[in-house]
């Protein structure tokens, strides 16, 4: 089993829509978690970490689920800006990336 | 945040030559830089990590004779793919974690493409 499992989606959605993704991990043990978004052909990027209670970062939602092992990710409102692809990352002090979620917002 | 330089940001070699990547951080001090390899449509995957003034530490299957890994400095650590082959063609990116005051964020260069004829 891979230690960090992502829908590789592509996620196609409309301008203004709501779309949700999940990436599941291995560690049970695992304690710190985030979401980066990489762009075609350049280095990713932190997009937010992702705490126990769940945390806001404007129109991005980042959620845990410690008992079924999996975060999750929910972007409001998209943009046509936010079409890229979205990592899930697990810190057991090397990081370990899923293969990433890709979205595309279209006008 | 914190910056981190990566040259060349791209390299297309013939087979069997040497490459030399150059992972820099910018304005904060590094003790320990990670080296990743990217496939298309595929996850970053770790390949070592870099700690300044030791050898580094190779993930399994990477081969440490053929990806010599150099962090001489708190703001330098080099990788040299010897002998590139095609197979060796990849995205690679660093990392740095900044260990001042307690921020262990890691950030990312730009990314070395090559390409290995």
């Known amino acids: 089993r891979k230690e960090v499992e992502q829908d590789p989606g592509p996620f196609n959605v409309p301008e203004g829509a709501t779309v949700a993704f999940n990436c599941t991990y291995s560690n049970s043990a695992s304690q710190s978690f985030f979401w980066y978004r990489q762009d075609c052909r350049k280095e990713p990027k932190l997009l937010m970490s992702?705490?126990?209670s769940g945390n806001e970062d404007g129109r991005f939602t980042a959620q845990l689920n410690r008992a079924s092992q999996y975060i999750s990710l929910l972007i409001r409102d998209s943009k046509l800006s936010d079409s890229a692809t979205y990592l899930c990352?697990?810190?057991?002090?090397?990081?370990?990336f899923g293969a990433g979620t890709t979205v595309t917002v279209r006008a | 945040g914190a910056v981190v330089s990566q040259h060349p940001s791209r390299v297309i070699c013939k087979s069997g030559t040497s490459v030399k990547i150059e992972c820099r951080s910018l304005d904060f001090q590094a003790t320990t830089m990670f080296w990743y390899r990217q496939f298309p449509k595929q996850s970053l995957m770790l390949m070592a990590t870099?700690?300044?003034?030791?050898?580094?530490?190779?993930e399994q299957g990477v081969e440490k004779d053929k990806f010599l890994i150099n962090h001489a400095s708190l703001t330098l650590s080099t990788l040299t793919v010897t002998s590139a082959h095609p197979e060796d063609s990849s995205f690679y990116i660093c990392?740095?974690?900044?260990?001042?005051?307690?921020?262990?964020?890691?950030?990312f260069g730009p990314g070395t493409r090559l390409t290995v004829l």
């Open positions: 990392s740095a974690r900044d260990i001042a005051e307690g921020v262990y964020e890691q950030f």
């Open positions: 870099s700690n300044e003034g030791s050898k580094a530490t190779y």
């Open positions: 992702v705490y126990s």
């Open positions: 990352v697990v810190n057991d002090y090397k990081l370990s």
